[in-house]
């Protein structure tokens, strides 16, 4: 008997989820375990180049996190991105950049455990890696 396809947190974007990986279970648990091991490392990186002042710095590590958020279903996430990196090329002020920062942070924060519940909701219906 084979098992259902994996149904996605409805709070994802779970139209974009289904048109990358196309029913590959296993690949989109890969990509979300990746995600859990390498985005808290990667937001710490962020906080530090926020808290050095360095605008150009911050964008870079903002820059890098940016497409990752998409491959969990974290779109709004990527948008909050894009929006952040393009005000850091319009200003040398990293508090011009606060607001978005803070926005873009407190996204993050509120949407890691829903990943976490994926990771948890694969292993329990022994969706291989």
């Known amino acids: 008997m084979k098992n ?13 989820l289904l048109s990358i990986y196309e029913g590959d279970d296993g690949h989109a648990n890969l ?12 937001m710490k990186e962020i906080e530090e180049s926020y808290q050095t002042g360095i605008v150009e ?5 903002v820059h890098k ?7 969990v ?12 990196e393009k005000k850091c090329k319009e200003t040398s002020v990293i ?3 606060y ?20 990771v948890e909701r694969f292993n329990e219906n022994k969706i291989a890696l």
């Open 57 to 61: 710095t911050f964008r870079q590590k």
């Open 73 to 84: 279903g974290l779109t709004n996430l990527t948008t909050q991105a894009e929006m952040l």
């Open 31 to 42: 990509v979300f375990t990746q995600f859990l091991q390498m985005a808290p490392a990667l």
């Open 95 to 97: 508090n011009d950049v």
């Open 99 to 118: 607001d978005l920062y803070i926005k873009m942070k407190n996204t993050y924060s509120q949407f890691f455990p829903i990943i976490e519940n994926e």
């Open 4 to 16: 259902l396809p994996f149904v996605f947190d409805q709070r994802l974007d779970t139209k974009f």
């Open 65 to 71: 996190l940016k497409p990752v958020f998409s491959f």
